[in-house]
């Protein structure tokens, strides 16, 4: 399945109607909102998605204060491969009540940053250490440990605009050792890294900066990848 990612703080609202008509056609599944930088509730975001699309729209939030009832639902991520525990327990204790008293579907996610060659504005707002990218059993372990302590899934990201995928040899060493949904994301920007993504074992993976500098990515994705993406859905 494909996921489209908005920044609230690098799309406007104007910009959300072209990028969904293309995502559609995609038949992209979900849409997550967040950014590591939006200090305000995305709720107009949000508004403009839904009149654009049926696919469900997850909050994907850098801090609590992004937080919306307007969503369906919300991955509520813990950091597991970082050691900070304000994004392990600490933002999660802030959020609790706003969240038991919303109607959003709360899913547990473990959060997995992989190092890339540059600093990742997840890593470096979240003052963590990203997990070695030529060491997969590290993430093996943390991902296995996400499953015992009862995540829902595992998001391995590769940080927005990465110049390059997460290995493909650490995707499928991850997707081997767990029974949780994988999702990839993290400088997806065509066709051969979607394949790549996929073919490595994601259930689900996201693309961000490739659609908003080129929302026409979809329909090149579409193009390359006959029924590709469509009959994993
Ligand atoms: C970032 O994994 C997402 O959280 C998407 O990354 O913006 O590089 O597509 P890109």
Same mark, same amino acid.
């Given at each position: ?71 369906? #639902? $919300? ?5 597991? &491969?970082?050691?900070? +525990?304000?994004?392990?327990? /600490?933002?999660?204790?802030? =959020? %609790? ?71 493909? #040899? $650490? ?5 081997? &050792?767990?029974?949780? +949904?994988?999702?990839?994301? /993290?400088?997806?920007?065509? =066709? %051969? ?41």
């Amino acid at each position: 399945m494909l996921a489209l990612l908005i920044d609230p703080e690098e799309t406007g609202c104007e910009d959300i109607p072209v990028l969904l008509d293309f995502a559609n056609e995609a038949g992209v599944s979900f849409v997550l909102v967040g950014g590591s930088l939006v200090n305000r509730p995305v709720d107009r975001h949000i508004e403009a998605i839904r009149n654009c699309t049926a696919a469900r729209v997850l909050l994907f939030p850098g801090s609590p204060g992004q937080l919306s009832n307007k969503a369906d #639902g $919300l991955l509520l991520l813990s950091l597991i &491969s970082g050691r900070n +525990p304000e994004f392990l327990i /600490g933002n999660h204790v802030i =959020a %609790a009540q706003f969240l038991k008293n919303s109607s959003l579907e709360i899913i547990p996610a473990g959060y997995m940053l992989i190092e890339n060659g540059a600093i990742s504005s997840a890593e470096y707002i979240s003052n963590t250490k990203p997990l070695p990218r030529d060491k997969p059993a590290i993430a093996v372990s943390t991902a296995i440990a996400g499953e015992m302590l009862g995540l829902k899934l595992i998001y391995l990201e590769g940080g927005s605009g990465a110049g390059t995928i997460i290995p493909p #040899g $650490l995707i499928s060493a991850v997707r081997e &050792s767990i029974s949780i +949904p994988l999702v990839v994301g /993290g400088g997806i920007k065509n =066709a %051969a890294d979607l394949r790549t993504v996929f073919d490595a074992g994601a259930d689900i993976a996201v693309i961000g900066n490739a659609a908003e500098h080129n929302p026409g990515i979809f329909r090149e994705l579409l193009q390359e990848l006959p029924g590709n993406q469509q009959n994993r859905m």
